[in-house]
Nanobody, 112 residues
Framework: QVQLVESGGGLVQPGGSLRLSCAAS????????MGWYRQAPGKQRDLVAR???????TYAVSLKGRFTISRDNAKNTVYLQMNSLKPEDTAVYYC??????WGQGTQVTVSS
């Protein structure tokens, strides 16, 4: 059974940084494609970034350069480093495995 547990969200001022973590249980993490998505109030859930088993990454065009996704297969964990945060980055951030399994989400609020 797959479980994804996100952590690292919170309140940060504009221009600040956060690092989100997603710990996965179950087998097959190293061969999985892991992703981060986000959903702001009243909006659809959109891809932020994903990383495949070989380490190749894909980013939402508008976020590339500020956000970095990485993975540690030894820890079954995927990370999202978010820099130069803006108020419009405020959303619930969700971890995803193979576009099939979802975490419960972690709130990120960017506000002064």
């Amino acid at each position: 059974q797959v479980q994804l547990v996100e952590s690292g969200g919170g309140l940060v001022q504009p221009g600040g940084s956060l690092r989100l973590s997603c710990a996965a249980s179950g087998s097959g993490f190293s061969i999985s494609t892991m992703g981060w998505y986000r959903q702001a109030p009243g909006k659809q859930r959109d891809l932020v970034a994903r990383i495949n088993s070989g380490g190749s990454t894909t980013y939402a065009v508008s976020l590339k350069g500020r956000f970095t996704i990485s993975r540690d297969n030894a820890k079954n964990t995927v990370y999202l480093q978010m820099n130069s945060l803006k108020p419009e980055d405020t959303a619930v951030y969700y971890c995803n495995k193979d576009q099939k399994y979802w975490g419960q989400g972690t709130q990120v609020t960017v506000s002064s």
